[in-house]
């Protein structure tokens, strides 16, 4: 069974740090691009950040830029996703998704592309 699970959030002040983890099970992530998407309460989910299958392409949403940064660990079947400089807006529950693509393919911004997603963990940003 295809399987992602979300692990890292929680409460943290403006301008804090967070890593959040992104890990599979059931399935090589090898051949999967991965994709960071969050929603708040009475908004719709939301493109954060994404990585193709050979780590070699990445795209953010302009919101992260120069914050947020993925990165994954093929040989521990895990993606990761480095919050730094966090800001109240910030918060919502952050879902990963991974989408089965040819290799070097460039990872998608388009939440309903994605075929398997965790269950999400709660990032909290607040003084």
């Known amino acids: 069974q295809l399987q992602l699970v979300e692990s890292g959030g929680g409460l943290v002040q403006p301008g804090g740090s967070l890593r959040l983890s992104c890990a599979a099970s059931g399935f090589n992530l090898d051949y999967y691009g991965i994709g960071w998407f969050r929603q708040a309460p009475g908004k719709e989910r939301a493109f954060v950040i994404c990585i193709n299958n050979s780590g070699g392409s990445t795209n953010y949403a302009d919101s992260v830029k120069g914050r947020f940064t993925i990165s994954r660990d093929n040989a521990d079947n895990t993606v990761y996703l480095q919050m730094n400089s966090l800001k109240p807006e910030d918060t919502a529950i952050y879902y990963c998704?991974?989408?089965?693509?040819?290799?070097?393919?460039?990872?998608?911004?388009?939440?309903?592309?994605?075929?398997?997603w965790g269950q999400g963990t709660q990032v909290t940003v607040s003084s």
């Open positions: 998704a991974a989408r089965r693509t040819f290799y070097g393919d460039l990872c998608e911004r388009t939440w309903n592309r994605y075929t398997t």
